[in-house]
């Protein structure tokens, strides 16, 4: 079945005008329309008030950093994808970055044509997830006494809700649709984060403790998502549902 082309708004929050102009042309040409904006306040009040399907942020911005506005974006409801565009290039800076919610991470100086790749494999994951996610509207995924709303993204341990972070949601719906499956964390890297980040492997065990840290009463012995030594993490497939 032939898809049609979709058309995608992206908000680009960078404070270099030239970067901003070149990556809003290059956007264009893959029928994606951009706002700019220079600094991170602007930026968060320029997204809280439209419709975004792509962030384009940078971390080294005048005030409020990107980090900030990064977080900041991660306690709103509804899910954006944020790639994070900036000249710093420590591991410890990229990781930062990725665990503060940003799906992945480009360096400048940077490759017109792997930007606008990386925009693209963004754009298949959500388009991906948007067309799996269950139609029904009281659709509940029931792993113990662990239930799981995907279509309004809610999580409850013995009916009481717990609060996750969007990349918590998804790693843990990932795990919740295959219990059993086992997935090493470049797997994990690929499947959820929608980008394999070389190298960044460990921000599978940053997310997946704090993961734990949420819905295990015993976080150093869990009973949901369970370590396969050598291997990966599968979600318990011994829990009734």
């Known amino acids: ?55 384009i942020l940078d971390l080294m911005l005048p005030g409020v950093d990107g980090l900030s506005v990064c977080r900041q974006i991660r306690t709103l409801p509804g899910y954006v994808p944020i790639l994070m565009l900036t000249a710093k290039s420590t591991e410890l800076d990229r990781v930062l970055g990725l665990e503060m919610g940003a799906d992945d991470y480009l360096t400048k100086p940077f490759s017109v044509r792997e ?5 693209k494999a963004l754009f298949r994951r959500v388009e991906a997830l948007a067309a799996a996610a269950p139609s ?52 994990l890297l690929d499947q959820v984060w929608g980008y394999n980040h070389e190298g960044y492997e460990h921000t599978v065990n940053s997310h997946i403790n704090r993961l734990r840290a949420k819905i295990e009463t015993d976080p150093s012995n869990p009973k949901f998502i369970l370590t396969v030594w050598g291997v990966g993490y599968k979600l318990n497939d011994e829990l009734e549902d």
Do not use: W
Request: glycine content about 8%; proline content about 2%.
């Open 136 to 187: 029904g509207k009281d659709e509940v995924i029931r792993r113990g006494n662990l239930s799981i709303e995907s279509d309004k993204r809610r999580v409850h341990i013995d009916g009481r809700e717990i609060g996750l972070t969007a990349k918590e949601f998804d790693l843990l719906l990932h795990f919740a649709t295959s219990p059993g499956k086992v997935y090493n964390r470049v797997q």
């Open 1 to 55: 079945m032939l898809m049609t082309k979709m058309h995608h708004k992206a908000l680009i929050i960078e404070d270099d005008p030239e970067i901003g102009k070149l990556v809003k042309l290059h956007l264009a040409d893959i029928q994606c329309d951009a706002d700019v904006e220079s600094d991170g306040a602007s930026g968060i009040e320029r997204f809280m008030g439209g419709q975004y399907d792509l962030v």
């Open 115 to 119: 930007l606008v790749a990386r925009v």
